[in-house]
């Protein structure tokens, strides 16, 4: 491989002029790139902006239906232009290797990874059986990944999502191609899983290895590229020098997505551009809507000593979660952070009582609630909403925004009573009654989230458990999502538990924070005082390993 950022070398990539329509409307508009051995570029923008779709343009998976143009498009110092889809079968994995967001969806369920990875090699190799079993584990060594001669023959379901993108990485890489395409690698993991990739996509780069990073996460980019393009509507709109960009960003796009960044905004501050006002006026009267709950009582919620196991493969028990113990305060947010399997979602359904705890117990308003029959919980069951990761899953695919919300309201009332309701909600969350038609396949991520929080504000709870609710969303939806949810906790006195495993959401979200570790509370304190001087060591590790954005000069 050349030398890393060794500018005698000719481009592993280069577009001019790249432009992507579907059925005659443009999406992607005179893009010019390019990537050299060594080096990392950046594409970061909004939701919608076309990242995903220029990037899957340029190994020719753009899509049924896409029209695609280039004045140049070079692979590895061959153009690609006109490429049949054979052509490009012989390219991919040859002169570039794709890496997705999602390893779990990405990798064949039926198939154990040491097959998957090893079938590149059939395909584009005359290695023996032996020579690829070798070389299938040194990919899986070279990305780190732990007893690669056990991992060899597991299916993706028995990896944990940090070794699956592993597996996934090293199915890329295993025919050294020159270039790597890497579609939002991190998203979905938590901060120290995080870090291992971003280590193992800085040392890929430093042996030589092009990097065409498709984010919407500048702290990520600000730690890996070399290079950002900011794409807006489809065009480049502003590239250069990461450092330099990010210090002096002169494209307003790219002035609203660092403004979005969470981590070190102070909680209450606004992350998104000015929108609607707080409240959206009644076309009759001109007036804001209030909510119908009028002054309603102050609710806790408080968690004592819970304790869960589940029964693993051998019968064996494993403790999900040990001793946890909070409050939630009216008008206040518990976050509660920790890495993938902490116990973090387990600790979300005790205190719904969807999961009954093995020790402890859950009281609402100082009286029992998890110990009580379902039936019993029923006339308070209202008090408590929850608002989930895929708002996608969790709504009837059959039904429009109108069915979802009027199935959340009180389905006895007339149904011109449930339809001035589902508006009402639908203000609330700032969308417009225009989306009552549409099914949520329809709306965007950020449109279904609202949907998501209106449906659980139906029944006018107290009290909100937020469980990953921004995740899935790229940072500038992020943000107005954040900023409603804000608005709304200041407006009905709502009580939150908010998870997380993205520490910069937390810290900005937060007025208390718990640390979950292995199912247990290892500490727990004020959001600033305890993102200023933590005192455990796991969350001092966790904060170590959180990617931030450089501080401004001077």
Not at 129 to 137: K, Q, S, T
Not at 337 to 359: F, H, I, N, Q, Y
């Amino acid at each position: 491989m050349s030398a890393p950022g060794d500018a005698s070398s000719g481009p592993v990539l280069r577009a001019a002029d790249l432009s992507v329509s579907f059925g005659g409307r443009s999406v992607v508009r005179g893009v010019d790139l390019e990537v050299r051995p060594g080096e990392c570029l950046a594409i970061v923008g909004e939701s919608g902006s076309g990242k995903s779709v220029t990037a899957r343009s340029l190994i020719g998976l753009a899509g049924p239906g896409a029209a695609v143009t280039a004045a140049e498009l070079e692979l590895a110092g061959r153009s690609v232009v006109g490429s049949s889809e054979r052509d490009w079968r012989g390219a991919r994995g040859r002169d570039v290797g794709f890496i997705a967001q999602d390893a779990l969806v990405s990798l064949d369920p039926l198939r154990p990874i040491g097959r998957e990875i090893g079938d590149s090699l059939r395909l584009h190799t005359r290695l023996s059986p032996a020579e690829r079993r070798r070389r299938v584990l040194d990919a899986l060594a070279s990305v780190g990944l732990p007893d690669a001669a056990v991992r060899i023959g597991q299916r993706s379901g028995e990896l944990s999502g940090g070794q699956r993108q592993r597996a996934l990485i090293a199915s890329a890489i295993a025919l050294r191609p020159p270039l790597l395409l890497a579609d939002e690698p991190t998203t979905a993991l938590d901060v120290t899983v995080q870090a291992q990739v971003l280590d193992l996509l800085t040392s890929l780069k430093a042996g030589g290895m092009g990097i065409l990073l498709i984010s919407h996460d500048l702290a990520v980019v600000a730690q890996l590229a070399d290079r950002i393009a900011v794409l807006e509507d489809g065009r480049i709109v502003e590239t250069g020098p990461t450092e330099q960009l990010l210090a002096e960003p002169k494209a307003e796009g790219t002035r609203r997505l660092l403004a979005a960044v969470p981590f070190g905004r102070p909680r209450g501050t606004r992350l998104s551009p000015d929108g609607p006002p707080t409240r959206v006026a009644s076309a009759a009267s001109g007036a804001a809507r209030a909510p119908t709950r009028s002054a309603p009582s102050p609710v806790t919620l408080e968690a004592v000593g819970l304790v869960k196991h589940f029964r693993v493969a051998g019968g064996r028990r494993i403790p999900a979660v040990d001793g946890v113990s909070f409050t939630l305060e009216p008008g206040r947010t518990l976050g509660l952070v920790g890495e993938s399997g902490s116990g973090k979602s387990t600790v979300a359904r005790l205190a719904l009582a969807l999961t009954s705890p093995d020790a402890g117990e859950v009281r609402l308003n100082g009286q029992a609630w998890s110990t009580l029959s379902e039936r019993q919980r029923r006339p308070n069951r209202s008090l408590l909403g929850a608002v989930y990761q895929d708002a996608l899953s969790s709504f009837d695919p059959r039904l429009t925004v109108e069915g979802i919300l009027g199935d959340a309201l009180r389905p006895r009332e007339p149904r011109e009573r449930r339809r001035e309701e589902a508006v009402r909600l639908l203000e609330l969350v700032e969308l417009s009654s225009a989306v009552l038609g549409t099914r949520p396949v329809h709306l965007s991520g950020g449109q279904r989230q609202r949907v998501a929080i209106a449906r659980a504000l139906a029944a006018e709870p107290r009290i909100l458990i937020c469980d990953e609710p921004v995740s899935a969303l790229d940072v500038s939806v992020q943000a107005t999502v954040l900023d409603l949810l804000d608005r709304l906790q200041r407006e009905l006195g709502l009580a939150y538990l908010f998870i997380s495993h993205d520490l910069g959401v937390i810290q900005h979200v937060s007025d208390t924070v718990a640390v979950l570790h292995d199912g247990r509370i290892v500490e727990t304190g004020a959001a600033e005082a305890l993102f200023r001087n933590p005192e455990h060591p796991y969350t001092r590790r966790l904060l170590a390993a959180a990617p931030r954005l450089p501080e401004p000069a001077g």
